[in-house]
């Protein structure tokens, strides 16, 4: 125990005689822990945030998408499989189902006068605040009566109608959407971001002035809609409804096997999972490119810690020629290269829970700090210490003390 408490004390002074030589051999190790806890922190915000995102909408929804699996994995434009007929039978014919939205998405420019934006126009129903959460602001949102009579009206997101209409009252005014008037009826209550799209900067008008009169139709079975949100009754009914749709757009669609399905149901939880699987790895890999820098850092121990057994052979000769043994010289290098590992790595993680807390004060993200992120970076950086130590110590301690004298 003497031995070990005076080889750290020769260790500690040995690092500190040398400041400069210790702080860059701990800068690989720095960086690579302050790489990897930040890394898997931003990436735990970031999940944590799409979570929070889904389930502002209620964990009753449904979305209904068009195409096959295998073309919503591998096609950048769906086919458009589905139609508002589908969605009216959906709220006429699925007892689970409560409230059910469709829409038709499209980017186009609007214009007021000289101010034009380039931004999605959504082509919907009324159920759509009830389905989607939305609340109105001011004025109205769409009724019943626009979309039997196709009439060119718009209800404005926050965002788009402040970029129309700045320090204006944009309610009766017209703006052009593709050339065609549209009378602005309402603007809705900020909303934010979800996965990234901002949710108030987009306007929405009747779902059949949308297919009729801007995209225009193309399939003889009517208006075709990009998907179709439902919410269910309560939450113990989301696996009946999704039952009941899919045999109910079984039928209607003529399918007779679900692998030939020419939509796909997927409920919150579905999305979530997915969302889940693909952050998840995101932060795998972005900390495995970041522990990268921990072998680095590992790599300039060692070379460092080669550099001073050079240097210092006459002080291992005559520790030696006054009978130090081999384990003493050993255990010496070793507790150097731990103490640097350890050092840097505690230094890593504070910059790194530091970046964390800046990146939450700057950003929408709501980034951890992981215990086990930390305990398992100290672990590593002990350990790559450790095991890149070996080597150095090992020369040092098979020094032949009247080689190293005369070498000296």
């Known amino acids: 125990m003497t031995n070990l408490i005076e080889s750290l004390k020769m260790a500690s002074?040995?690092?500190?005689?040398?400041?400069?030589?210790?702080?860059?051999?701990?800068?690989?190790?720095?960086?690579?822990?302050?790489?990897?806890i930040a890394m898997i922190g931003i990436g735990q915000g970031a999940q944590k945030l799409a979570e929070e995102q889904f389930e502002a909408l209620g964990p009753n929804v449904l979305f209904v998408v068009p195409g096959s699996e295998e073309s919503r994995r591998t096609q950048f434009d769906l086919p458009r499989t589905l139609v508002l007929a589908d969605a009216q039978a959906i709220a006429t014919q699925v007892p689970t189902a409560k409230d059910v939205a469709a829409q038709i998405n499209q980017t186009a420019i609007m214009s007021y006068r000289d101010r034009n934006v380039n931004d999605s126009v959504i082509g919907t129903t009324p159920t759509f605040l009830s389905v989607r959460s939305f609340e109105v602001e001011r004025g109205r949102f769409l009724n019943d009566v626009d979309i039997k009579r196709n009439k060119r009206v718009v209800v404005l997101?926050?965002?788009?109608?402040?970029?129309?209409?700045?320090?204006?009252?944009?309610?009766?005014k017209r703006i052009r959407i593709k050339n065609l008037s549209f009378e602005v009826v309402g603007v809705t209550k900020a909303k934010g971001s979800f996965l990234g799209d901002n949710q108030d900067r987009k306007a929405f008008i009747p779902i059949t002035t949308m297919a009729n009169q801007v995209v225009g139709q193309t399939s003889p079975y009517g208006l075709e809609v990009s998907w179709i949100n439902?919410?269910?009754?309560?939450?113990?009914?989301?696996r009946a409804a999704k039952f009941q749709i899919e045999n109910l757009l079984r039928l209607?669609?003529?399918?007779?096997?679900?692998?030939?399905?020419?939509?796909?149901?997927?409920?919150?939880?579905?999305?979530?999972?997915?969302?889940?699987?693909?952050?998840?790895?995101?932060?795998?890999?972005?900390?495995?490119?970041?522990g990268i820098s921990l072998i680095v850092g590992g790599i300039g121990v060692m070379n460092i810690m080669l550099v001073s057994v050079t240097e210092r052979t006459q002080e291992i000769g005559l520790r030696k020629a006054v009978g130090a043994q081999e384990k003493?010289?050993?255990?010496?290098?070793l507790i150097e290269a731990?103490?640097?590992?350890?050092?840097?790595?505690?230094?890593?993680?504070?910059?790194?829970?530091?970046?964390?807390?800046?990146?939450?004060?700057?950003?929408?993200?709501?980034?951890?700090?992981?215990?086990i992120a930390i305990t398992i970076s100290v672990g590593v950086s002990g350990a790559i210490g450790l095991f890149f130590g070996v080597f150095?110590?090992?020369?040092?301690?098979?020094?032949?003390?009247?080689?190293?004298?005369?070498?000296a």
């Open 157 to 172: 997101g926050p965002e788009l109608a402040e970029k129309l209409f700045p320090n204006q009252n944009p309610i009766n």
């Open 328 to 333: 003493d010289i050993l255990i010496q290098f």
């Open 338 to 371: 731990v103490i640097v590992s350890a050092a840097g790595g505690i230094l890593g993680i504070l910059i790194g829970v530091g970046g964390i807390i800046l990146v939450g004060a700057v950003s929408p993200l709501a980034p951890s700090v992981s215990p």
């Open 230 to 238: 439902v919410t269910v009754k309560d939450e113990n009914s989301i």
């Open 252 to 290: 209607r669609h003529q399918i007779e096997d679900e692998q030939d399905d020419d939509f796909g149901v997927q409920t919150q939880q579905d999305i979530l999972t997915i969302v889940g699987t693909v952050t998840s790895g995101l932060t795998v890999l972005l900390a495995a490119i970041a």
């Open 13 to 36: 002074t040995t690092l500190v005689a040398n400041k400069l030589r210790s702080s860059l051999t701990m800068l690989g190790i720095v960086i690579g822990n302050a790489s990897v």
């Open 392 to 407: 150095p110590a090992q020369r040092a301690a098979k020094l032949d003390p009247i080689v190293a004298l005369r070498s």
